[in-house]
Every structure is written in structure tokens, then in C-alpha cells.
């Protein structure tokens, strides 16, 4: 199967194909046309460049009893629910001063795409000193649809 690409995405960037459930095939070619190998005109296929999505969480605030963020109090990081829709995996990474980061994967079998679901972290650290980025290196699909933060929470007066 042969595509032709508009004028625009004519270069050699164009190197990922991709079927709707996440299966990668090989793409050949460069410049104006692509090539897979075999009959794909049935499938639907998505052609593009490979890149890594990050996406970096700011830090937990709790709420005081007036509804408004308490930015002084002293707030612990417990656990991180992260929901998630059509995907096939993505990785958290936790990283604090003077400690290792702390990396949790999901990742489905290839060609399996979970519709929707939630994946637990456990964070241990101080929100103001803790990091956390999602991210994904494959070409498989992710969509991250919600978090959420347990906390433990103690008021400075």
C-alpha cells in the first residue's frame, strides 16, 4: 500500500505507521510517497512522525476550609491515580532532589488497546520537592483523562 503526501509533509520525518489498535508497521519511503508492505486498504492507517509526549503535573494544593488553596500548608505525597482512555501504555516518572526516580509503566500487549482504565502510584516525598511527568516513547496510543492526588495534609498556622 502506497500513500501520497501532500506537498507540505515531503521530507524524511515521516517515518511511523501506525493501525488504529496500535500495531506498528513499517514504513518505507521518503519524500513525497510512503509504502507498507502488503494490502492495507482495508485498515485504517495513521502516518506520521514519531515524537514523545511529556506532560509535567504541577503540585498538589489542598484546600483550607474556605474552599481556597492553603500554599503554605505542609502536604505529602500518598498516591497518584492517574485515568486513562484508549491506550496502549505510557510511563510516570517521579523524580526528587537527592533520591533515584521512581518510574511506574503501563503498557498493554501490542495490538491491544484498553479502552478505558486507571493505574495507581504510589508516591512517597514532600509535593514541593517532587516532580512527576507522564510520558510515552512509542507510537502507541495514549490519552490521559484525569488524576488524581492522595495527600496527607497538615495546616502551618
Known sequence: TTWTLPDSLTDSTITC???R????LTLTGAGATCTIAGDQSASSVI???LYTPTTTLTRPYARDQQGLADLYAWTQHRVLTIDYKDTSSFTVTAAQALRSNMTKAYSTAVGVVTATGSLDVTLLGDCE??????SDSTPRPFTITGT??????????
Open 47 to 49: 502516518v506520521g512522525r
Open 21 to 24: 489498535d496500535g500495531t506498528t
Open 17 to 19: 505507521a501506525l493501525k
Open 148 to 157: 488524581q492526588h492522595l495527600i496527607d495534609y497538615v495546616p502551618r498556622l
Open 129 to 134: 520537592g517532587v516532580t512527576v511527568t507522564i
